[in-house]
């Protein structure tokens, strides 16, 4: 599975080797006058939810994170297409299908410079089913197999060596079915080694569930919880 780059003037758009992709795709309004926009997540930002019910996908922007949002809301500096973050999150999820790793599936991306600077937009398909932890744990109660395959699955990435910049509570999914799935891997990489990285996503992820803890109301998390998952994390790499 190859990466298709096509550009035209300032603008690049990505997608998979033999697919066309439309700059349509990439606005909220084009969604809404096929009367296909299936819903939207608010976070930090807006997420979209598009397409058809039976292939949904997810359209995010990229946005700017921590103090610099306050000044600079959605700019990037362009220092070639290749060092964009779609570009290399569109490249990284194409490898952890490659991998066979439960992470989100490309569909195409767009990089629009203006003068120094750039905008982006990655399209995805939807985990089909997929609620967040928070959501989940708000709700109730894992179970203790749950909590195991959830280590299990985080395990399974750092075996390939992929590091998660951002593995948190809400970057991690259960579908339907119970698999685990692991969410934006922006920022992500394919690491030479593991390494003390491995631990550093895990304690991340620990303060993730603490900071929901103290800050919902009903949140179903305790070290017993935790205690499961890092067996579930440990049995896997054995």
Known sequence: MALHLQQSGNQWLLSHQGESVERSWFLPEYWQ????????SHGRNVT???????????????YRGGLIAKLINDCYWFSGIKNTRAYREFELLIALEQLGLPACRAVAAQVTKAGLVYRAD????MVEGGQDLVAL????????QQWSGIGATIADFHRARVYHADLNAHNILIDQGSQTWLIDFDRGEIKPQQGPWCQ????????????ERNKLETFYFDSRNWQSLVSGYQAQLK
């Open 200 to 211: 550093q996503n895990l304690d991340r992820l620990l303060r993730s569930f603490e900071k």
């Open 137 to 144: 744990l708000t709700k109730a109660p894992l179970s203790e």
């Open 33 to 40: 006058q096929q009367q296909q926009i299936l819903g939207q």
């Open 122 to 125: 990655l399209l995805m398909k």
């Open 48 to 62: 979209w939810f598009v397409g058809l019910a039976e292939q949904p996908m997810v359209l995010r922007h990229y």
